[in-house]
């Protein structure tokens, strides 16, 4: 597994998700890893072992280590004191593969959030570019191989009025408190833009990773024409500050977002997808589609590889790899996120066959 070598070619990458012709080699993109594959990973290859634990920089250089390994031509990072503070719900981990099990998993409440009133909204402890750091993108910056990128996290704006309103309070806020709802949007949105203008003056940052999830399996979670019109003017503007920086702007989205694909695509003008289920739409399908226009990335379904056998994962990232390749604009993934319940072995081939093809 994994026998052939990759060496990292951010530039390669950035034609192939400009559509500027079929690629020479597979190019592989994830939203994440779950810290638990990363970890089972490295101990099971001996990555990083010459790193001393008690460098300053340890996860940094492991976070490289790994991502080299494993043929990514890309390193994650972002501002640090940036967040949006809130409770969350948690619970035992049942995930099935022990030794990748996390104590507890959390999540979000879908009922209420800690801004349900205009009082909660003043009282908010809003993110403050006085506490914000870039301490983690300057070293990026002058340790990361000339091989590599970085690719600079910027998300989620609908998410985060859902989180803090809470899903199920934010449907009938719209009707009920629209003037609240309006303020949440451009409170959030606007941080969101202010942190896209810092991590646009990184040299190193070539992709800004946005994200939000706004859909499910049949529709999206709120009516299409008010996310097009309260959210998505935030996401164009982090897309025009990326393309003035002369950045590409990649949105990380679940849920069935075909009502909102054309909006996506003309007026927020990203420059690919990441996320696709095979039970809304396969890659492949969305490829046929969108393909002429943006990149499309991952779609190796989360459950299918979760649930399929070495010869079923090869046979499906082949099929993906000959509908995808031609032209340039996909890379391979996942249909979500590497999660801890996806066995390693599992990642692990669909990685490889990438490298075989």
């Not at 951010?10 to 034609?15: N, P, R």
């Not at 400009?18 to 890893?33: A, D």
């Not at 990773?209 to 982090?238: A, C, E, R, V, Y």
């Not at 696709?276 to 226009?293: C, H, L, M």
């Amino acid at each position: 597994m994994l026998d052939i070598a990759i060496k990292p070619d951010y530039e390669a990458l950035l034609s192939n998700l400009r559509r500027e012709g079929t690629p020479k080699r597979v190019h592989y993109m994830e939203l994440f890893l779950d810290g638990e594959i990363k970890w089972n990973i490295i101990n099971r290859y001996g990555i990083g072992a010459d790193i001393p634990k008690d460098d300053p920089y340890y996860y940094l250089k492991m976070e490289i280590a790994l991502q080299r390994f494993l043929g990514y031509d890309t390193v994650s990072s972002g501002i640090e004191g940036f967040g949006f503070p809130r409770d969350l719900l948690q619970a035992e981990d049942t995930t099935a593969e022990q030794n990748q099990k996390r104590a507890i998993r959390h999540w979000t409440d879908e009922h209420k959030g800690p801004i349900n009133s205009w009082e909660d909204f003043e009282k908010y402890p809003w993110p403050n570019s006085a506490n914000y750091s870039t301490k983690t993108l300057e070293w990026l910056s002058e340790n990361l191989p000339d091989d590599m990128c970085i690719v600079a996290g910027c998300h989620s704006i609908f998410e985060q009025v859902t989180w803090l309103m809470g899903y199920e309070f934010l449907c009938t806020a719209i009707y009920d408190m629209p003037d609240l709802v309006d303020a949440m949007f451009e409170k959030i949105g606007k941080l969101f833009n202010e942190v896209a203008e810092i991590l646009v003056q990184f040299d190193r940052v070539k992709i800004l990773f946005g994200g939000d999830d706004m859909g499910f399996k049949t529709q999206p979670m709120i009516s299409p024409d008010i996310l097009i019109k309260k959210s998505f003017p935030w996401h164009k503007n982090n897309a025009e500050i990326a393309h003035n920086a002369g950045k590409l702007y990649i949105l990380h989205a679940c849920g069935n977002l075909i009502p909102l694909m054309d909006s996506l695509i003309n007026y927020v003008k990203i420059d690919g997808r990441h996320s696709y289920e095979d039970e809304i739409e396969t890659v492949i399908e969305a490829k046929k589609r969108y393909g002429s226009k943006i990149a499309v990335i991952g779609g190796i379904d989360v459950h299918f590889l979760c649930t399929a056998n070495e010869a079923q994962i090869r046979k499906r990232v082949r099929e993906t790899l000959d509908a995808c390749m031609p032209g340039g604009g996909y890379c391979l993934g996942s249909g979500n996120s590497v999660t801890n319940y996806i066995s390693v072995d599992n990642y692990l081939i669909m990685m490889d066959e990438g490298r075989r093809y």
